[in-house]
Nanobody
Framework: QVQLVESGGDSVQAGGSLRLSCVVS????????MAWFRQAPGKEREGVAC?????GYADGLKGRFTISKDNAKNTLYLEINRLKPEDTAMYYC?????????????????WGQGTQVTVSS
């Protein structure tokens, strides 16, 4: 059974940093597409970053966001620096592509429950 469990979300001041984690279980092969999405209140879920053997980022987010993966720990990370109030959202981890853009929701078969990031000014 595939499980994705996110953690690391918090309430922080603007300018701070956070590292989100997503522990993955149930896959026999660590070579799977994975990604981070976020959904702010009243907005659609949007792709933030994706990873297979290399990272990909949504336009405008590269620089403050860094996605990485530790296969030994079965964990996907998202580091967010210089946090802004507009980064406030629920952040979701997704895994296993069924084809398509790596930053598209419809690409992924499995999802975690999310971890909340709240940034105050």
């Amino acid at each position: 059974q595939v499980q994705l469990v996110e953690s690391g979300g918090d309430s922080v001041q603007a300018g701070g940093s956070l590292r989100l984690s997503c522990v993955v279980s149930g896959f026999s092969d660590s070579r799977i597409w994975m990604a981070w999405f976020r959904q702010a209140p009243g907005k659609e879920r949007e792709g933030v970053a994706c990873f297979y053997t290399a990272a990909g980022y949504a336009d405008g987010l590269k620089g403050r966001f860094t996605i990485s993966k530790d296969n030994a720990k079965n964990t996907l990370y998202l580091e967010i620096n210089r946090l802004k109030p507009e980064d406030t959202a629920m952040y979701y981890c997704a895994a296993e592509s069924r084809g398509g853009s790596c930053l598209s929701q419809s690409t992924y078969k499995y999802w975690g429950q999310g971890t909340q990031v709240t940034v105050s000014s």
